[in-house]
């Protein structure tokens, strides 16, 4: 029982590092008016990797003797992909509602705009349809439920990823 406290209290440490790294990175992409650059967004993503090896091994290295099976090392990840989530979903619902409220706005116009580049001769009716179809995805409550279900899906691969690679199995327990 021990061991599960330490995972989980680690994770929380650590999740919380991802999350207010993840933010202060989103934070200074929206200040540099870089969010539209896939490329940078990837760094987000080996930040939250790097983390997620780093919290870990720490507590395989320094909360459990030095070893740590798969499942440990999954475990660790998962949760602390899950703390690091949750702030993300807070973070973007202060961002939405009161750091730049008409993001959102922004882009459905930019959506349109590409949706009339793509397809110059679409009708109104269709146009308008197309964007209807849109809103009910961007609004802020349906990009803080995608954005959970994104963050923890592919959380979930990397800490399955990340476990290879921090596991360290006990050679007197496995024989």
Known sequence: MENKVSIWKNSVNYGLLA????VAFSLILWLLDLMENKGLGMIGYLVLAFVLFIGSKNWR???NGGWMSYGEAFKSGFF????????????NYVFFNFIDPEFIANQM?????RMLEAKPDISDE?????MEISAKFT?????AVMGLVMSLLFGTILSAIVAIFVKKEDPSIVG
């Open 61 to 63: 290295d320094n909360m």
């Open 139 to 143: 609004s802020s409550s349906m990009l």
């Open 80 to 91: 602390i992909v899950l703390i690091s989530a949750i702030i993300g979903v807070l973070y």
């Open 109 to 113: 116009l930019q959506a349109e705009e």
């Open 19 to 22: 999350g207010l790294l993840t």
């Open 126 to 130: 269709d146009l308008a349809k197309a």
